[in-house]
């Protein structure tokens, strides 16, 4: 075998090692891309899927707060109207015509009569007129009348601020199912 013989052998194991190493560098970085391509992919749907989740989490939150804030906004209405109902009651009753206010508080005289001796009775001036035989005071309420006995230490509130606050403690429930069902 002459040299040119063993340079061209040399020169042919060179190039088919060299094609050999190539094809596998080739096959080698395929396989990386594929890997990183996959790892991408999973990393990618992680990433939606924990942003879908952040999202479904938020949108949850947002809804509840904002039912919240409308159930605040309709307790608040609903206070409102019953406020008006009672407002609009005690004008009916400031209002009342001086026949229907004197039956009114004969009757609270009586009631105030069986639960204390009454010596002691403060009203409004339009009130106290219909009061005779009592000791009789004005004073700054919208009707009805405040009871004592003889030694003030026994005093009996009819007044009708009282008488409406107490109803609408007592009524309250009552009153909201008949205004809002």
Known sequence: M??????????????????????EARKEANRIVRETEK??????????????KML??????????????????????KKEAIGNVFSEAKKKLEGMDD???????KHLIEKTKK????????????????????????????????AENKEKTIRVDYSFEILLESIKETELQ????????
């Open 2 to 23: 002459g040299l040119e013989a063993v340079k061209e052998e040399i020169i042919r194991n060179a190039k088919e090692q060299e094609t050999a190493l190539i094809a």
């Open 39 to 52: 790892k991408i992919e999973e990393i990618r749907e992680k990433s939606e899927a924990d942003t879908k």
């Open 56 to 77: 479904d989490t938020i949108k949850r939150q947002e809804i509840a707060s904002a039912e919240l804030e409308s159930k605040k906004m309709a307790l608040e209405a």
């Open 99 to 105: 026949k229907k206010r004197e039956l009114c508080i």
């Open 115 to 146: 639960e204390i001796e009454v010596a002691n009775i403060y009203c409004n001036k339009r009130d106290a007129k219909f009061l005779k035989g009592f000791n009789v005071q004005a004073i700054d309420i919208a009707g009805g009348l405040i």
């Open 174 to 181: 009552s009153a909201s199912k008949i205004l809002f069902g």
